[in-house]
């Protein structure tokens, strides 16, 4: 190889021959004094520190196209020492380090346990290997391979080896048995992200509250998530899926656009109305015929809810939240804020208008 | 006509006068490391002394086929009348300038 590159340098062959002669005769007397492996380190360091000085060499002797050719040469071999340095650098190391975080179980199906088998850099190594017993537990069983089967709620400890090295890992067993979604949730475009309102029961029936899920919605273009929070960004349809254990809730989600009057509402429109209202207030809108959704909440939570009335319209209530009208023509549609002795002298709040489709 | 001669150049010169027709790489290498007490690699070794022949200080010629190099040739250097005389001139300016200094050399009062 050393030969070729002299060749590359443009070296004159006999010039080429006497270094090589020269390293081959040094080569066999440190081979015969200090061992083949000194020698060849030898050798390799004494053809690396000369190398500057052939190229200084064949610098003033060659041409253009002899520098050219020098040039191509170099860059060679500088590509292949990036790539053997790459190459040792992505080189891992033995297994040094076992590293789990507490885990929680909030089903009843297997669940493997996460683990990360680190090398002295810090560098992550497959996980295969990894033994796990059970050091402590009351509640739940894991197989070697390290899945873990929670029984009933509780807390247990496993041990995780490889080797000579190991760990303990937490698991916190908290089935859940049923997961209650809102089946509706409203959201207005341009408002801060709000919470997803979902409860999880455990076979006791009480609320399990250290939960480990997902949260999934329909369409990226209406409602995206913030963390645990939902956002609207355009008016629609969609839906929110949660998913904790075994378990998932899935409820639709109504995107409005905020408006001053409902009134001129269009099939499959959603609308939002800011509501203002003094203490015995009353306002009104009329709506076209048709099929709708309609909604009155508060902005904050500790106000009192308006009162809803229709006129000219037949409705059922939807739910706690909603009611369902049909009107054959136009109809009105009230919003109030009852007398009561120890209400606020005003409140706001929105009025939310689902027009469907005409049929 | 005086030669400019390097450090190197002119230890190296000096290496292969004393070595005589033993003066080739290796050996010239070994005389700078035991007299100067610094281990040259071969390829600075030998462009010097590729230099020196190329200013006219120096000849080459090349020995039969050497098992103990792998099946090549020494390259054997004797100093030609110019390197010759390069030395000369080189050891009369370095006598000029050690002239009238006392020995041992003594440093200036501070």
């Given at each position: 190889m050393i030969e070729r590159l002299l060749e590359s340098l443009g070296a004159d062959p006999s010039f080429a021959e006497s270094i090589l002669g020269d390293l081959a005769e040094e080569y066999a007397v440190r081979a015969a004094g200090n061992g083949v492996i000194v020698a060849r380190w030898w050798y390799a360091y004494e053809a690396l520190r000369s190398a500057p000085h052939l190229v200084r060499s064949a610098l003033r002797c060659l041409g253009p196209r002899g520098v050219a050719r020098l040039a191509a040469s170099l860059a060679g071999v500088v590509l292949a020492s990036v790539l053997a340095l790459l190459a040792l650098s992505a080189r891992k190391g033995p297994p040094e380090r076992l590293v789990a975080s507490t885990v929680v179980v909030n089903g009843h199906r297997p669940v493997r346990l996460p683990m990360r088998v680190l090398d002295a850099a810090g560098r992550v190594l497959p996980d295969t290997g990894v033994r796990y017993a059970l050091a402590v537990s009351p509640t739940m069983s894991v197989s070697p391979a390290g899945e873990v089967t929670c029984a009933r709620p509780g807390d247990a400890i496993v041990r995780a080896s490889l080797g000579p090295l190991a760990t303990h890992v937490h698991v916190r067993c908290r089935p859940v048995v049923d997961l209650l979604g809102p089946g509706m949730l409203d959201l207005i475009v341009g408002a801060p992200a709000q919470d997803i309102p979902f409860e999880a029961l455990g076979s006791d029936g009480r609320a399990v509250t250290l939960l480990v899920g997902r949260i999934k919605v329909g369409d990226s273009a209406i409602a995206t998530l913030e963390g645990p929070r939902i956002r609207a960004h355009a008016e629609g349809v969609t839906s929110v899926q949660v998913l904790v254990g075994d378990q998932d809730a899935f409820s639709s989600v109504h995107a409005y656009t905020p408006t001053d009057?409902?009134?001129?509402v269009r099939p499959d429109q959603h609308l939002a109305v800011p509501v203002r209202l003094t203490l015995g207030e009353t306002r009104e809108w009329r709506l076209p015929a048709g099929l709708y959704f309609l909604r009155a909440l508060p902005d904050h939570g500790n106000q009192p809810r308006p009162r809803l009335a229709v006129v000219g319209a037949s409705c059922t209530p939807f739910g706690v939240t909603h009611l369902e009208c049909f009107a054959r023509a136009d109809m009105s549609v009230l919003v109030r804020y009852p007398r009561r002795?120890?209400?606020?002298?005003e409140m706001s709040g929105t009025l939310l208008v689902w027009r469907l489709p005409d049929p | 006509m005086s030669t400019s001669l390097g450090a190197l150049e002119l230890a190296a010169l000096l290496a292969v006068a004393r070595l005589g027709?033993?003066?080739y790489g290796l050996a010239v290498r070994r005389v700078l490391a035991d007299r100067l007490g610094r281990d040259y690699s071969v390829g600075a070794v030998y462009t010097t002394l590729q230099r020196l022949e190329d200013k006219g200080l120096l000849r080459s010629r090349a020995s039969d086929p050497l098992p103990v190099r792998g099946g090549r040739s020494r390259r054997h250097f004797t100093l030609t009348a110019a390197g010759t005389r390069a030395l000369r001139e080189a050891e009369r300016r370095a006598a000029s300038l050690w002239d009238?200094?006392?020995?041992?050399i003594r440093p200036e009062p501070a």
């Amino acid at each position: 190889m050393i030969e070729r590159l002299l060749e590359s340098l443009g070296a004159d062959p006999s010039f080429a021959e006497s270094i090589l002669g020269d390293l081959a005769e040094e080569y066999a007397v440190r081979a015969a004094g200090n061992g083949v492996i000194v020698a060849r380190w030898w050798y390799a360091y004494e053809a690396l520190r000369s190398a500057p000085h052939l190229v200084r060499s064949a610098l003033r002797c060659l041409g253009p196209r002899g520098v050219a050719r020098l040039a191509a040469s170099l860059a060679g071999v500088v590509l292949a020492s990036v790539l053997a340095l790459l190459a040792l650098s992505a080189r891992k190391g033995p297994p040094e380090r076992l590293v789990a975080s507490t885990v929680v179980v909030n089903g009843h199906r297997p669940v493997r346990l996460p683990m990360r088998v680190l090398d002295a850099a810090g560098r992550v190594l497959p996980d295969t290997g990894v033994r796990y017993a059970l050091a402590v537990s009351p509640t739940m069983s894991v197989s070697p391979a390290g899945e873990v089967t929670c029984a009933r709620p509780g807390d247990a400890i496993v041990r995780a080896s490889l080797g000579p090295l190991a760990t303990h890992v937490h698991v916190r067993c908290r089935p859940v048995v049923d997961l209650l979604g809102p089946g509706m949730l409203d959201l207005i475009v341009g408002a801060p992200a709000q919470d997803i309102p979902f409860e999880a029961l455990g076979s006791d029936g009480r609320a399990v509250t250290l939960l480990v899920g997902r949260i999934k919605v329909g369409d990226s273009a209406i409602a995206t998530l913030e963390g645990p929070r939902i956002r609207a960004h355009a008016e629609g349809v969609t839906s929110v899926q949660v998913l904790v254990g075994d378990q998932d809730a899935f409820s639709s989600v109504h995107a409005y656009t905020p408006t001053d009057s409902p009134e001129a509402v269009r099939p499959d429109q959603h609308l939002a109305v800011p509501v203002r209202l003094t203490l015995g207030e009353t306002r009104e809108w009329r709506l076209p015929a048709g099929l709708y959704f309609l909604r009155a909440l508060p902005d904050h939570g500790n106000q009192p809810r308006p009162r809803l009335a229709v006129v000219g319209a037949s409705c059922t209530p939807f739910g706690v939240t909603h009611l369902e009208c049909f009107a054959r023509a136009d109809m009105s549609v009230l919003v109030r804020y009852p007398r009561r002795t120890d209400a606020a002298p005003e409140m706001s709040g929105t009025l939310l208008v689902w027009r469907l489709p005409d049929p | 006509m005086s030669t400019s001669l390097g450090a190197l150049e002119l230890a190296a010169l000096l290496a292969v006068a004393r070595l005589g027709s033993d003066a080739y790489g290796l050996a010239v290498r070994r005389v700078l490391a035991d007299r100067l007490g610094r281990d040259y690699s071969v390829g600075a070794v030998y462009t010097t002394l590729q230099r020196l022949e190329d200013k006219g200080l120096l000849r080459s010629r090349a020995s039969d086929p050497l098992p103990v190099r792998g099946g090549r040739s020494r390259r054997h250097f004797t100093l030609t009348a110019a390197g010759t005389r390069a030395l000369r001139e080189a050891e009369r300016r370095a006598a000029s300038l050690w002239d009238g200094l006392g020995t041992p050399i003594r440093p200036e009062p501070a």
